[in-house]
């Protein structure tokens, strides 16, 4: 009988009293078998049913519990708000802000299962971490500091000091404490999401293919990840793969706006013919381009002209007419025969990719655009431009499709035009009004806007 007791899930959501112990079991009940969630979520239903004709505070909290470990996180909110003022309640209403990224409320209510007496060290850990989600970096550092020496033991405290590390751009020491967090609970689906996206931002795919996988093994799963999942499978040509990540979440949400056009995308993808030829061909046209245009010998005055007009490989002749080069001062018919000469050496044209619809390339292989010359800029200006693309918060999707491009600061994105940014594969109409509103919020534009 003990033995139903500790592994019968509806056991444990009608146990009395319904305390922190019964929900520690639930989750490591479900936790080693997550085929048990459908039991969970029937017994969550029959619940339901039955408080409908008569609703009291006590079945409210067991419905909302059960709605959050479900992942139904609006759902739980409707319950938990009629469960009354005790922690238990307060904590789950925090975990379902939290996945709503309500921060501020979700700080608020973790606050108060912290003052209830609930697991007070965790809800402190986690209202540090909504506080860190909503920019307030200095508070959530204050608690972390304050739980330094009684917290070490926790996964969640390594959690949250490395995604605190992380939004410092502290990448590597991130890692490792995250890493700290997977060791002590290998089930802590966020310090294994926050792996695989610093692994995909570093460039290690591998790893974050395999961080990912793992947080997808432990429901609820953050739709984030299988999107996240998804997007990288595409990069593999793994179509199947990524669209059955998308077809996860859709399963969840229907009408997701990301996952709809992603697994539309995907779709397309899958049908595409790829002439290996060609691609040869391209990569030494890419690689042509990406001759810096300081190999040749040209003039002083031909240097500090291409210098002050940004302009740094062949790729970025291609992409500039004759008028504007003898448009800028100081660029004579001298230095544009001189220019000419160099580009019919490598059996190119200047213009010739306007005319075209090649793209030049940068020595990072994404498309470049021109730059207008910065000097007149104010320094507030110059600092907005040099800013990385990495502080506009933008989604794996976009920012991955802007690095292939080459873009890695402001000033970057607002020299290429709307246009140019869809010829990127996987870069669709999402991803560029993502691009626009970021922009936007800066009072900034894409070239031609």
Not at 357 to 372: E, Q, R, W
């Amino acid at each position: 009988m003990a033995e139903l007791m500790t592994t019968d899930v509806r056991a444990l959501l009608d146990r009395t009293p319904f305390d922190a112990s019964a929900v520690a079991d639930l989750r490591e009940v479900l936790g080693r078998d997550p085929s048990r969630y459908t039991t969970l979520r029937e017994a969550v239903a029959a619940m339901r049913d039955r408080t409908k004709s008569n609703p009291n505070p006590e079945s409210m909290l067991r419905i909302g519990v059960g709605e959050v470990l479900l992942g139904h996180f609006k759902a739980s909110l409707e319950y938990l708000l009629k469960s009354g003022d005790i922690g238990l309640a307060h904590y789950h209403r925090g975990l379902a802000f939290e996945n709503l990224q309500r921060w501020n409320d979700a700080a608020s209510a973790f606050a108060a299962a912290s003052a209830a007496g609930y697991d007070a060290k965790n809800s402190d850990l986690h209202r540090a971490g909504a506080l860190r989600r909503s920019g307030k970096l200095e508070e959530a550092k204050a608690i972390l500091d304050k739980l330094e020496d009684s917290a070490t033991s926790l996964a969640e405290f390594h959690y949250q000091r490395g995604s605190l590390l992380a939004s410092e751009r502290e990448m590597v020491s991130a890692a490792a404490e995250l890493e700290k967090a997977v060791n002590i609970d290998k089930s802590h689906t966020g310090a294994l999401f926050e792996l695989a996206y610093i692994s995909d931002l570093l460039g290690n795919d591998d790893a974050a293919v395999e961080y990912y996988v793992r947080c997808t093994k432990l429901p609820p799963v953050p739709l984030a990840a299988w999107n996240n999942l998804g997007i990288l499978y595409e990069d593999r040509n793994q179509f199947r793969d990524a669209e059955n990540c998308y077809r996860q979440v859709l399963n969840f949400d229907k009408s997701h706006p990301r996952a709809t056009l992603f697994f539309k995308d995907c779709l397309a993808s899958r049908g595409m013919y790829i002439d290996e030829s060609l691609e040869k061909q391209n990569d030494i046209i890419r690689r042509q381009m990406e001759i810096p245009v300081t190999d040749f010998e040209l003039s002083v005055r031909s240097r500090n002209c291409l210098r002050k007009m940004n302009i740094r490989t062949l790729g970025d002749l291609t992409r500039i007419t004759e008028a504007a080069l003898l448009a800028s001062k100081n660029f004579g018919e001298t230095s544009l025969s001189e220019i000419k000469e160099m580009m019919t050496s490598k059996n190119l044209r200047l213009g010739m990719a306007l005319e075209a619809g090649l793209h030049g390339t940068s020595a990072g292989g994404g498309a470049m655009a021109y730059h207008d010359p910065i000097e007149d800029l104010s320094p507030e200006d110059k600092a907005l431009l040099a800013k990385s693309i990495n502080d506009l918060n933008l989604s794996v999707r976009a920012r991955k499709c802007l690095s292939k491009l080459g873009i890695n600061t402001v000033g970057e994105l607002v020299s290429h035009t709307g246009d140019e940014m869809l010829e990127c594969k996987n870069f669709g109409v999402t991803s560029l009004n993502e691009v626009r509103e970021k922009l936007t919020a800066l009072n900034l534009k894409l070239k031609n806007e």
